[in-house]
């Protein structure tokens, strides 16, 4: 319509309908027209209406805000029947999020359990390195409510990129352990203590420089700071806490992981069993032969680790095949007529070469000493085999004293009960009595002191082990005596050491003698003259030692070293000579001593004990008799076990010597 007729509603009222009959009325005459508030836009989905009610979140998460809306809704609102509510934008949008993160989540820890089951081939190893995963969640999570931060979307994102990076510590760790394992290294506490040492930097790095780099997404504050902030949090955290918690829980994982479980539930089994059975509480330890005590020893101690690792040193320096002179790299210039223009300017390169017999030299110099290192290790072998020996023995002797003492506690404990019969029998008075009791209670006393004997020697034989397990011998009773066979000294360590430090003297003196070789010398140089470019010069010389006096001497002295060597080594064989002469006559003289013991002493004294005993229960012999019998069997039987034992200890001694 012209603008004219469409000035107000009543312009709408007046419009005109055309009849049938070819009459036309105003509009007002068919229907109502009036201003009422109505939709700007009326939507439709799936052929249904809807009505849209926007909402902005600010300073709160989208989940709890729809959670509040939805139970206020369900309280107070009541619709008419078909209609009902449904909540999408962003709160959609993070039902959505969510649903793919519980895929991609599982997705990413499966590829990361995969790819360190691929590195490492060990099952084992692979879940000690994934219990990095929860530690970091625990930091990730703390690290939101610190900031009063909720879960979302880009959080979850975060855990994912955290869980790659906090696996990275536990790979470092791990893969340093397994690196000292193949070293040789076996006592588990020891390398722990070293791998976490070594390795404590590049872990505490590997965590920093990640955290480093997401702290300003963190602290921002700019456009897409609400994004960002929940991510670099996460991650930051999580670092933080794995990093923790991977330096103190994973090597205390790694330490039961690598226990040898089944002899240990094993152990654990048959005790507690035991005790069961025979309602007695008691710790067992393990039984250890001597040759498994001796293989044990020298593999823990600490003292042979340090000497093996010398010998690695020595030995890789015996692998050098030869050694040169620096080389030397000079600028030089001279100048014509105080002109720079008309000077000599020169680049070059001059190397000094040694001839193969100093390098020869030198090399055997290192072989020489990797085999004195190995001499020293054998040595350090033997005197710890030697010490073993002497503690296992030991603990053997206080184990078999003890169990004669408990034995004539039984004596005593008899000798008192008999007489006190006697004596409510009126047929002694009350001091064979009470002296009994007193004889009674001193060997009690007496065992006492020998159980805390035995558990000091026990421990002193374990401290030679240097072992996780508390060990205990494998018998109770000190072997029979056993002749030895004679050995010459030669193949003796101690001989075989100064042989070899003699060996390296010699060496050290040819190494000396050639110093006095000449050395060859080459160079090239580059030169501009007078600005002239370029020219090129060469030299080849040799480098004759024309003052030898001092290198003289050096040698001499060297030589004097070899005597010195030959002279040691001759005094070490002298000496071991002379105590093997000592030893083996006192080795004699026990073995005659536990003889006359074993064989005479013993039997008689045995048999007058049973005929005095019996001839005090039936009163044909007086008390003092009797306990003048015990006494001298409990005499004769000591002496005989300290024979025993001071015969292992000279035979081991023996043995020492002989390198048997």
């Known amino acids: 319509m012209d603008e004219a007729y469409r000035q ?15 009459e036309q009325i105003p509009l007002q005459e068919l229907a109502s027209v009036d201003f009422e508030e109505g939709p700007t836009q009326i939507s439709r989905d799936n052929t249904q209406r809807r009505i849209t009610i926007g909402v902005n979140a600010r300073g709160r998460d989208v989940e709890s805000l729809v959670k509040a809306i939805r139970k206020k809704m369900e309280e107070e609102l009541d619709l008419p029947t078909g209609y009902y509510l449904t909540y999408g934008g962003a709160f959609e949008n993070l039902q959505n999020a969510q649903a793919r993160l519980m895929i991609a989540v599982p997705v990413a820890l499966a590829l990361i359990f995969v790819l360190l089951y691929l590195t490492f081939k060990s099952v084992k190893q692979t879940l000690l390195i994934f219990t990095a995963i929860p530690m970091s969640v625990i930091g990730g999570i703390w690290a939101l409510y610190f900031r009063g931060m909720p879960f979302s979307i880009s959080a979850g994102v975060g855990f994912i990129a955290l869980f790659g990076v906090a696996v990275l510590n536990g790979i470092v760790l791990i893969a340093y352990f397994n690196q000292l394992k193949k070293e040789g290294m076996t006592d588990i506490t020891q390398l722990i203590y070293k791998g976490t040492e070594v390795r404590l930097r590049p872990v505490i790095m590997t965590a920093s420089v990640a955290s480093l780099g997401f702290l300003p997404m963190a602290i921002s504050t700019s456009a897409g700071a609400e994004v960002q902030q929940p991510l670099a949090t996460v991650v930051i955290g999580g670092l933080i806490m794995a990093t923790f918690l991977t330096l103190i829980i994973l090597p205390i994982l790694y330490y039961y992981s690598e226990r040898n479980w089944k002899i240990y539930f094993k152990e654990k089994v048959a005790v507690t069993l035991l005790m069961a059975f025979c309602g007695v509480g008691f710790a067992q330890s393990p039984k250890i032969s001597l040759d498994q005590a001796i293989a044990l020893g020298q593999k823990n101690y600490p003292t042979l680790k340090a000497e093996q690792l010398q010998v690695e040193q020595a030995q890789k320096l015996g692998t050098i095949k030869s050694s040169q002179p ?18 000599v300017h020169s680049f070059g390169v001059t190397q000094n070469f040694n001839l193969p017999k100093v390098n020869r030299s030198q090399r055997q110099v290192y072989q020489q000493q990797a085999a004195l290192a190995q001499k020293q290790l054998e040595l350090s072998q ?12 030991d603990l053997l002797f206080q184990k078999q004293i003890k169990g004669y003492a408990r034995s004539l506690v039984d004596l005593y404990n008899e000798l008192v009960t008999i007489n ?7 047929e002694i008075g009350k001091l064979p009595l009470l002296t009994a009791q007193d004889q009674l209670k001193a060997v009690e006393w007496q065992l006492q002191i020998l159980e805390q004997g035995q558990e000091l020697a026990k421990t002193q034989f374990n401290d030679w082990l240097q072992a996780d397990t508390l060990f205990d011998v494998e018998h109770d009773k000190l072997p029979s005596p056993s002749e030895i066979d004679k050995q010459e000294f030669k193949d003796h360590p101690l001989v075989q050491y100064y042989h070899q430090s003699e060996q390296l003297a010699l060496a050290k003196v040819e190494a000396a003698k050639s110093q006095l070789t000449p050395q060859l ?23 004759v ?5 001092s290198q003289n001497t050096k040698i001499e002295a060297a030589e004097l070293q ?8 001759d005094a070490a064989y002298s000496e071991l000579e002379i105590q093997h002469r000592q030893l083996a006559i006192e080795l004699q003289k026990q073995l005659n001593s536990i003889k006359y013991l074993k064989e005479t002493l013993l039997p008689s004294v045995m048999e007058r004990q049973a005929f005095a005993r019996t001839a005090y229960r039936q009163g044909e012999a007086f008390y003092l008799e009797y306990l003048q019998t015990i006494e001298q069997g409990i005499n004769y039987n000591v002496a005989y ?10 035979k081991i001694k023996l043995e020492y010597l002989i390198d048997h």
């Open 8 to 22: 107000d509603i009543d312009d709408l009222k007046d419009l005109y309908i055309p009849l049938t009959t070819g």
């Open 326 to 343: 620096m080389t030397n790299i000079f600028v030089s210039g001279e100048e014509f007529n105080f002109a720079e223009s008309t000077g």
């Open 382 to 393: 033997q005197e710890i085999a030697y010490h073993i020996s002497l503690s296992y023995y």
């Open 420 to 426: 006190e019969n006697k004596f409510q029998a009126g």
């Open 521 to 543: 010398q080459t160079g090239v140089q580059l030169q501009t003259v007078a600005g002239m470019f370029p020219f090129y010069g060469y030299q080849l010389g040799i480098n």
């Open 545 to 549: 030692p024309l003052f030898r006096k």
């Open 562 to 569: 070899v005597q010195v060597q030959q002279a040691q080594k």
């Open 641 to 650: 076990l300290e024979a025993l034992k001071e015969y292992h200890f000279l």
